[in-house]
C-alpha cells in the first residue's frame, strides 16, 4: 500500500512539474521558418520599423556594440535593423504567443513601453509559434505600438542564448547585458526607470 502512495505521489509530482514548466518548452518540437539576422557593426541606421526608435535629430550617431548588430523584419514584414537603437539602453522581450506568463507580462509592456519609447525602447522578440497567433498575441494585448520582431527561426533567440520565454535581455547605453532573465512587472518597471534616469 505505501509503494502505491509513493508511485501516484512520484507521478503527481512528475506531471505537476512537466505542467509548470510548459512555457520554456513549448508546444512544437521543431522551430518554424523566420528571419532575424547578425549584421556587421555600422553606424546608426535612420531606415528603422518604428519612427519612435529613430536616434533623436541631435545625437551624433553611437558606436553599434556587437550586441545591437543584428538585423531582422517585424511581424507586420518591416525590415528592423537595431543598430539604430545604440547609444540608449533598450529591453529585448522574449516572448511567445501560447506562453502564460508572456501573456501576463504583455499588459506591463503594454502600458510602460509608449512612456520610454524615446529613452528604453522595449522591442519584443516574438518566437516559438507561428506568425498568425503571433500577430493575434499582439493585438489581444494592445503591443501594435512597441517593436515586434518576427524571429520564428529562432537566430535572436540563439544569439541571446535565450532558453524560455518570456526572458527580458537588458542592455544598458553601451549595449552591456545588464539582465537576462525572468523580470515581474514591478522589476521590469523599475528596470526601465532606473535605465531611464541613467
Known sequence: MRTAVRVTAAALLAV???AATACAAGPEGGAPAGA???ASPAPASPALASPALASPASASPARVPATLSFTGKTLDGTAF???ALAGRPVVLWFWAPWCATCASQAWTVAEIAPAYRDTVP???V???GEQKAMKSFVTEFDLGGT?????RAGALWRRFKVAEQSTFVVLDRAGRV?????LDGEALTRQIETLARG
Not at 517593436?147 to 524571429?151: E, L, N, R, S
Not at 545588464?178 to 525572468?182: E, Y
Open 178 to 182: 545588464v539582465h537576462q532573465g525572468f
Open 36 to 38: 532575424a539576422a547578425p
Open 147 to 151: 517593436t515586434q520582431i518576427d524571429d
Open 122 to 124: 522595449i522591442v519584443g
Open 126 to 128: 516574438a518566437g516559438l
Open 16 to 18: 505537476t512539474l512537466a
Open 81 to 83: 535593423d537595431a543598430a
